[in-house]
């Protein structure tokens, strides 16, 4: 019983980085995806460009910047490796 539910945990951990990776931007949650924030009086209602996103109504989702990051790292190791066995040459040139 109990491990099924970390295998469902770790399957929601695995679909929540993907869909970071996936969808980095989400709507900002100060203005709500709106891009201004309503200020001043019921009277007189005074639209203001929201701090946090600028106007620009999206922002950043929490960790897509560090799953970016490992992503990017993770094929630069790649290609290094790849180019490391690209130089380095095999047992069969050595014999000719
Ligand atoms: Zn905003």
Known sequence: MSFHLFLYAV???ALWLASL????????LRCRGQ??????SKRKPKAVTCP???GAARCQR???????QLARRVRRYRQHQARLTER?????????
Do not use: E, W
């Open 35 to 40: 891009g201004h924030l309503i200020r001043g």
């Open 88 to 96: 380095t040459p095999s047992h069969a040139d050595r014999n000719l």
């Open 11 to 13: 399957a929601a951990v």
């Open 21 to 28: 990776y996936l969808h980095p931007f989400g709507a900002c």
């Open 52 to 54: 946090r996103c600028k």
């Open 62 to 68: 929490f960790a897509s910047k560090t799953v970016h």
